[in-house]
Structures are given as structure tokens and as C-alpha cells.
């Protein structure tokens, strides 16, 4: 009897977890017509978090599809940035160019593939990013759990560099065309809205 009522309860939360994590699915079309937005700052208070001095280096806001979504709970960044989101804006947030993409997200990196490019490289790569999020509070950390892939996500904070004890510096990229190993936004994040 027991047994089985928990063997219910289990497949109950398997399913109520994947039906709210499942994709939000999207007609073709782009969806986020313009990049994201940053200005440099001077004067902005630091601020710390998860054992980690941080200092702002740019504002940062943004309208993005979400790509893909990967919580971070056991790696030595986990308390400071416990979600990564692959986003995504211009093409790169169009159905139809992201049907011909395999997007994956592994060990802070987010990857892409396709057998034949939907469109240019260099435009997947400036209309795309995986981006550290640091929630600036619990409202934002719980707006970041709700997240799905095909959700179009505004995104409010700052570009930032943190300074960990014993683990170095962490730095954002400050520009949208990198790839690769340090190529990734660090955001301290003040706002997280799922616009549509």
C-alpha cells in the first residue's frame, strides 16, 4: 500500500516537473526584432553575493527568446550564479531558423550545431549567448525557475565582474560578437519578466 502511494507521488512530481519545464512552442517569425541594450556605468555600488565581491561594469537590458535553461546546483559557482540561459534575439529567436539548430548546454558553455546553417555563422554567434544570471533577490531566483525554452524573457541588471575568495575573478563579456571560453555575460539580474 505504501509502496505504491509513494510510487504515485514520485510519478506525479516526474510529470508535474516535466509539464512545467516542457518547451513553450512558437509559430515561426522573429520575435525579438532588436539586440540587447548596455551603457557603461561609474559610481555604482558594489554589491556581494554568494561569497562574492561585485562590481558593475555596463547596464544591462534585454528582450531574448530563452534557448535553453540549466540550473547550476553542485559546481563552485552555483551560489553565486545558479541559472545559465542560453537567449537568443533577431533570427536566432525565429521557430523556424531554430528548428535547423541543436542547442545544448553543459559545464557553464552553451552549444549550438547544425548539418546546413539556417543562417550565417557570425549572425548565430551575434544574435545568440549563454549568460551567467546572478539573482540580485529571492523574487528574482523564484522568476528564474518559471523560466521555459520559448519563452520570450525581459531581462533588467547589470554587466558585471565578481570577485570570489580563493576562486578569481569572474568576468563578463562586454561584447555581443565573442565565442568561446570567456565569451559568456555575467548579469547581476534586478528584474526577470516573461513578456510573452
Request: hydrophobic content about 45%; overall charge positive.
Amino acid at each position: 500500500m505504501w509502496k505504491r502511494l509513494a510510487v504515485l507521488i514520485l510519478v506525479a512530481a516526474w510529470g508535474y516537473h516535466w509539464w512545467s519545464h516542457r518547451e513553450f512552442s512558437r509559430e515561426p517569425g522573429v520575435l525579438v526584432l532588436e539586440p540587447p541594450q548596455q551603457a557603461s556605468v561609474a559610481g555604482i555600488s558594489q554589491r556581494y553575493a554568494g561569497g562574492a565581491k561585485i562590481t558593475p561594469l555596463a547596464t544591462f537590458d534585454l528582450r531574448a527568446r530563452v534557448l535553453g535553461v540549466k540550473r547550476y546546483r553542485f559546481d563552485d559557482a552555483a551560489p553565486l550564479a545558479p541559472y545559465d540561459l542560453a537567449l537568443g534575439w533577431g533570427r536566432m529567436s525565429d521557430s523556424e531558423v531554430l528548428a535547423a539548430i541543436d542547442i545544448n548546454q553543459s559545464g557553464r558553455f552553451y552549444f549550438w550545431s547544425a548539418r546546413r546553417l539556417p543562417i550565417p555563422r557570425e549572425e548565430i554567434v551575434a544574435s545568440s549567448a549563454n549568460m551567467h544570471i546572478i539573482p540580485a533577490n529571492d523574487a528574482v531566483r523564484a522568476d528564474l525557475g518559471r523560466l521555459r525554452v520559448g519563452h520570450v524573457v525581459r531581462l533588467r541588471g547589470f554587466l558585471v565582474m565578481a570577485e570570489r575568495r580563493e576562486k578569481g575573478v569572474w568576468l563578463s563579456s562586454m561584447s555581443r560578437t565573442d565565442s568561446g571560453n570567456g565569451a559568456c555575460e555575467l548579469v547581476w539580474a534586478e528584474h526577470v519578466d516573461i513578456v510573452e
